[in-house]
């Protein structure tokens, strides 16, 4: 599920009440555990997340990981400390007001601003505390898509021309047969798909919704029988789907779970504080590259200062130069002249990047000001204009401020 941050995409992602209203009414209104022959699929429940109420999205965005069959990413025992900065400041406000307001009216659970690595804000709302965690939605597409670029700098991965069959023999007879890795980062394959979330039969309200095939994720079965539109590599289109695909891709190129390759890539190595929590599809169980990571709000922190800091750990590249240079940078436009995609990253004309998700989450790195700002929310749609708008002035906001005032360093 996207929430691309932008304008034209937006007024595609409306959520009426129409919306698998037909198919999905049994999985938002009862429980997830409920038994019986009307009970709803995992992937029924899972398209339902749009429909839960506000305090429902409350009280289980921090539980998604429970609610749902889901692999850990386990942290070790070196734990990166985020030390305190020189507190931020607003000017014309006070900062702690201003903090409270914005989250208040609209429904964020958690802020936290790292300049240089250290603390420069950070609020916790709605119940949610540093020890919880909270789910990402598209946040994990951007992960997954780093997780390539490790295998691709570890050698599991041979090169961004490869082909999607080469991995996945399962589409070696489908329009996916020759898309390549490069292009399936950037969300250019060419096969049809319709993302509109206002339309019951578009491919994202079916895509879970179907019965395991032969033991196969939802979206290898539902992908493989997709006619192409485009050539590939000449048209961007929005496709949740193909995000799970490229999970899939990395789990088999890597021979281990989403969860267990960030645990080892990342997790661990880097100092997160806090075990992970992965989704698993409901067929296969592979972990679902295009959403489902739930992290603390600090870890999601200490993610956007691995990328700022280059993926380094130690002193080392952990990251293939490659792919790190096309997924911070526009590799392809997206309907508004001053932003666009790179490999599952959105990219601003000011050299900063950010991982989105619907319901507000972020993830924003800016190197220019060694910043980085992550938010985990309950928006009370998953995305829209004024969100959006709300969002960004958030964003634009703390640059100010950061820019405005004094160093990082905490005062004696």
């Known amino acids: 599920m996207a929430d691309p941050d932008l304008p034209a995409f937006a007024m595609r992602l409306r959520f009426p009440v129409l919306l698998f209203a037909g198919l999905l009414c049994l999985a938002t209104t009862m429980p997830l555990a409920a038994s019986g022959p009307a009970t709803p699929t995992i992937g029924q429940q899972r398209e339902g997340v749009l429909f839960w109420t506000q305090a429902q999205r409350e009280a289980r965005f921090p539980r998604m990981y429970a609610l749902f069959p889901s692999d850990r990413a386990a942290h ?68 997954t898509s780093t997780l390539l670029g490790i295998a691709l700098q570890q050698g599991y991965i041979h090169g961004m021309d490869d082909t999607l069959g080469t991995y996945i023999p399962e589409l070696r007879h489908t329009a996916y047969a020759d898309v390549t890795v490069q292009q399936l980062l950037t969300m250019t394959s060419g096969v049809r798909w319709n993302e509109d979330y206002a339309d019951a039969k578009s491919d994202v309200a079916q895509m879970y919704l179907g019965t395991c095939v032969d033991g196969r994720a939802h979206v ?46 990342i997790w661990q190595p880097y100092g997160m504080a806090a075990d992970a929590y992965w989704i698993k599809d409901e067929c296969d169980g592979s972990d679902t590259g295009g959403s489902g990571l739930s992290a603390t709000l600090a870890d999601y922190a200490r993610l956007g200062q691995f990328m700022l800091e280059g993926g380094r750990i130690d002193g080392k590249a952990t990251i293939a130069e490659a792919w790190l240079q096309g997924a911070v940078h526009q590799q392809t436009g997206v309907d508004e002249p001053d932003r666009g995609y790179g490999y599952l990253w959105w990219t601003d004309v000011d050299g900063s990047y950010a991982a989105i998700g619907i319901f507000g989450q972020l993830v924003y790195v800016d190197p220019a000001r060694k910043l980085v700002i992550a938010q985990v929310g309950a928006w009370p749609q998953a995305t829209g204009k004024a969100l959006v708008a709300a969002r960004r002035e958030f964003v634009a906001t703390i640059k100010r401020a950061v820019d405005g005032g004094g160093g990082n360093k905490a005062g004696p």
């Open 76 to 143: 070790g025992a070196h734990v990166r400390e985020l030390p305190p900065g020189r507190p931020l400041a607003i000017a014309g406000k006070d900062a702690s007001a201003w903090l409270a307001g914005y989250m208040d009216r609209y429904h964020v659970a958690g802020v936290m601003v790292l300049q240089d690595g250290h603390v420069r804000l950070q609020r916790y709302a709605k119940g949610f505390g540093p020890g919880q965690r909270w789910t990402s939605f598209s946040v994990a597409k951007s992960v």
């Open 220 to 265: 290898l079965s539902y992908l493989a029988r997709l006619p192409r539109q485009w050539p590939a590599g000449t048209h961007w289109n929005y496709n949740t789907a193909e995000t799970d695909l490229l999970g899939i891709l990395v789990q088999r190129a890597t021979h281990r779970s989403l969860a267990a390759y960030l645990s080892q890539a």
